[in-house]
């Protein structure tokens, strides 16, 4: 199974370029999330979807935009790229009608702004 | 913040012995998870504890949880090489995930 897959896996844009993270998921999960891990920082949750249609913002949503046509998809979007968006940005699923259930997570997208 | 807090921030030991971490967290939970991240890598998830629980093991793993407290610990016994790895504690309250800063763990062989 592919699981999570996340393209691309490096990025470079100047600020002000806006571009779409792409998330695809193969195991039919519900929920949806996308994180971003800053050194010293932990993984702080951008924005999660519990099923196609529904999105939630999570503690960090400011300059990102989500959207669930499908199961299978969730991409993140950056609006206008600011270098304090230099990051590397992690996606994850899981199946959610029980929520104890492990996240699965995808190879990261390493995203710099310059 | 209602991240997830992790100590030591880093930890070194020999092979063959025992690694404990510890979180400490704010929220109410419906779980913990705990995840572990090969450096350049995705989180993978090791072992997951529900709020009503205070102990599991899966394999070499012991994971505690004391919600009065709002801490929980994560116990890795009998430590190979191949454990080296940052360890993440995750509380989940509702549909929210909490991350910790992690712990660095190196096993020394």
């Known amino acids: 199974n592919a699981g999570?897959?996340?393209t691309p896996k490096f990025q470079v844009l100047k600020t002000?370029?806006?571009?779409?993270?792409?998330?695809?998921?193969?195991?039919?999960?519900?929920y949806m999330?996308?994180?971003?891990?800053d050194p010293g920082m932990g993984l702080r949750l951008i924005h999660y979807s519990v099923g196609a249609g529904i999105t939630d913002q999570g503690e960090v949503p400011n300059g990102y935009n989500v959207s669930r046509s499908t199961t299978e998809d969730f991409p993140l979007r950056l609006l206008s790229a600011a270098p304090s968006q230099t990051s590397v940005y992690f996606c994850a699923s899981s199946a959610d009608r029980d929520p104890?259930?492990?996240?699965?997570?995808?190879?990261?997208?390493r995203l710099s702004i310059l | 913040?209602?991240?997830?807090?992790?100590?030591?921030?880093?930890?070194?030991?020999?092979?063959?012995?025992?690694?404990?971490?510890?979180?400490s967290y704010k929220t109410s939970i419906n779980n913990l998870q705990w995840y572990?991240?090969?450096?350049?890598?995705?989180?993978?998830?090791?072992?997951?504890?529900?709020s009503n629980e205070r102990e599991k093991h899966s394999g070499r793993l012991r994971v505690t949880l004391d919600t009065s407290k709002k801490s929980s610990s994560l116990l890795i016994t009998a430590s190979?090489?191949?454990?080296?790895?940052?360890?993440?504690?995750a509380p989940r309250d509702g549909n929210q995930f909490y991350f910790g800063t992690g712990t660095s763990l190196t096993v020394i062989p």
């Not at chain 2, 572990?36 to 529900?50: E, T």
């Not at chain 2, 190979?80 to 504690?89: E, K, L, N, P, V």
């Open chain 1, 33 to 37: 999330s996308w994180y971003r891990q």
């Open chain 2, 80 to 89: 190979r090489a191949a454990d080296t790895a940052s360890y993440f504690c």
């Open chain 2, 36 to 50: 572990r991240q090969n450096s350049g890598r995705g989180l993978v998830h090791l072992i997951l504890i529900r």
């Open chain 2, 1 to 23: 913040s209602q991240q997830g807090e992790e100590d030591p921030q880093a930890l070194s030991i020999q092979e063959g012995e025992n690694a404990t971490m510890n979180c």
């Open chain 1, 16 to 30: 002000g370029q806006s571009m779409t993270l792409q998330c695809a998921q193969d195991m039919n999960h519900e």
């Open chain 1, 4 to 6: 999570v897959t996340q």
């Open chain 1, 100 to 109: 104890n259930q492990p996240q699965h997570f995808g190879d990261g997208t």
